[in-house]
């Protein structure tokens, strides 16, 4: 079946603009991660829904960080006043359930910051 | 959740076992050893996790000290493909605690 998608593959964005960047889960998980990858660095955990809930907001670096999961399938993650700090790869993954020992990684979406 | 350490490359030849340690020395009771591996330009990818038994499955075997302070992740015929970044992490299986704490990895790089 089909796995993690990530909209878009790639994004180039100024200083200061707004970007929304999309993942739609595996079709009946439930948990879905947010996570930032840095080059050369592990990714790095930003939030966690279960259902339509935010579960763990924890990782967000700051408030212009913002994801949402309104229906509890696709989530969108929202930055507002793009940073070039924030360029990364944002990785989304999705799993069954709350204890799931598996995580299944979309491909990533690169934000570029210029 | 407890802290790794793993060597930051290494190499194998195809066709070879590759063997990748952990160290975990404080690893908990109810904490779990996850493998994940990244290859270049995707996503990381579940390979196997155990809590203290040997696992084994279509992928790779997980070995894990008695004490359970380290562990090695086993590749026993590498091939180019299995070129990637592989990521040890120890994890609490329980509500709550589900996000993944990823270190920097051994970078495992297969020779012809």
């Known amino acids: 079946g089909a796995g993690v998608s990530q909209t878009p593959s790639n994004k180039v964005t100024e200083k200061g603009k707004y970007v929304e960047l999309r993942c739609d889960p595996i079709s009946g998980h439930t948990a879905l991660y947010w996570y930032r990858q840095s080059l050369g660095q592990g990714p790095e955990f930003l939030i966690y829904?279960?259902?339509?809930?935010?579960?763990?907001d924890s990782g967000l670096p700051n408030d212009r960080f913002f994801a949402v999961r309104p229906e509890g399938s696709v989530s969108t993650l929202k930055i507002q006043r793009t940073e070039r700090g924030d360029s990364a790869v944002y990785l989304c993954?999705?799993?069954?359930?709350?204890?799931?020992?598996?995580?299944?990684f979309g491909p990533g979406t690169r934000l570029t910051v210029t | 959740d407890a802290k790794t350490t793993q060597p930051p490359s290494m190499d194998c030849a195809e066709g070879r076992a590759a063997n990748l340690p952990c160290n975990h020395s404080t690893i908990s009771g109810n904490e779990y050893v996850y493998w994940y591996r990244q290859i270049h330009s995707q996503g990381p990818q579940y390979i196997i996790h155990?809590?203290?038994n040997n696992e084994t499955n279509e992928m790779a075997s997980l070995i894990i000290t008695e004490d359970r302070k380290s562990s090695t992740l086993i590749l026993p015929h590498a091939t180019l493909r299995d070129t990637a970044v592989y990521y040890c992490?120890?994890?609490?299986?329980?509500?709550?605690?589900?996000?993944?704490?990823f270190g920097t990895g051994t970078r495992l790089t297969v020779i012809p």
């Open positions: 829904f279960q259902g339509t809930g935010a579960a763990d």
């Open positions: 992490i120890v994890r609490v299986a329980s509500p709550g605690a589900n996000n993944l704490f």
């Open positions: 993954a999705s799993s069954q359930g709350m204890t799931s020992s598996e995580q299944y």
């Open positions: 155990g809590l203290k």
